[in-house]
Each structure stands twice: as C-alpha cells, then as structure tokens.
C-alpha cells in the first residue's frame, strides 16, 4: 500500500495550482462537450485586481466587490435552477467552485509576481508590502481551515 504523500513534499505555488486548473479546466470542457454537446459554457469571470488589504482585524476580501457579487449572482442562479435540473446544477456547482479557486490562484500568483519581480531586479520590496500580502495568505488559509 501506498503512502500518503506529505504535503511538505511537494512544493507547489499558487502560479502552479492556476495553471494546472487551466489544463484540468480544459480537459473537463473537451469531456463534457463529447458528452453533452449542449451543456451550457463554464462561467465567465471579470480579471479585477484583488481589494487592498484593511489593517483592522475583519478579513479583507479575496475578491474585489465586484467579482464576488458576480460569483454571489452565479450561485444564486445555480441554486434555483437545482429543483429543476438537479445533476446540471452540481455540474454547474463544481465548474462555478472550480473558477473561484483558479481566480484565488490567479490573484495570489499575481501578487507574488509582482514581489517577484521587485526582488529580480534588485529592488528592496518594503516590510509593508510583505506584512498586507501576508496578511492575506494568513487570512485566507485561515479560512480555508475553519470551514
């Protein structure tokens, strides 16, 4: 039997994770429309920068208010039309849960790029700039732990 493998084993940035959710993205949508040619397109999300991070102690959103109103309106739609179409509803679930999480991805990799891409060219990225994108990896790992 195999072992589990650790997860100090693998070392995976969130600029991975949003390009490997890319590639399953990709290979679901070929499966899907072999399956179904008439299933509906996965939803459409807005590139907004994340919302700046605020100094009290409530979490700072991972999305700018737009785009969590859209994923808010997406899931409002998915959700009323489960009585009617239960399983397409799932499908729709898990492809509106699969976008969030690339977009978590995407904004988390953009912020260290931006890091980065300070330190590659010699500039000193300021213990400010470091303690908000901290904060947000903290804020959001916490959440992730407390569900």
């Given at each position: 039997?195999t ?5 100090d084993?693998?070392r995976?940035?969130t600029?991975d994770?949003a ?8 290979r679901a949508t070929e499966?899907t ?8 397109a996965p939803?459409?999300?807005?590139a907004?920068?994340p919302?700046a ?8 959103s ?5 785009e969590?109103?859209?994923?808010r309106?997406?899931?409002?739609d998915?959700q009323?039309g489960f009585v009617d179409e239960?399983r397409?509803?799932v499908?729709?679930?898990d492809?509106?849960v ?8 995407e904004i988390f990799?953009?912020e260290?790029s931006k890091?980065?891409?300070q330190w ?16 947000r990896y903290?804020?959001?790992f916490?959440?992730?732990?407390s569900?």
């Amino acid at each position: 039997m195999t072992e589990p493998r650790r997860t100090d084993d693998v070392r995976l940035s969130t600029a991975d994770l949003a390009n490997a959710t890319d590639r399953a993205k990709e290979r679901a949508t070929e499966k899907t429309a072999a399956q179904n040619p008439a299933e509906p397109a996965p939803p459409k999300l807005p590139a907004q920068p994340p919302v700046a991070d605020r100094d009290d102690n409530r979490p700072s959103s991972l999305f700018a208010g737009n785009e969590a109103d859209d994923f808010r309106h997406q899931w409002g739609d998915i959700q009323t039309g489960f009585v009617d179409e239960p399983r397409q509803a799932v499908e729709r679930a898990d492809a509106l849960v699969a976008a969030a999480m690339k977009r978590l991805a995407e904004i988390f990799a953009q912020e260290r790029s931006k890091l980065e891409q300070q330190w590659a060219r010699g500039g000193d990225v300021s213990t400010e700039d470091l303690r908000v994108a901290f904060r947000r990896y903290r804020g959001f790992f916490d959440r992730l732990l407390s569900v």
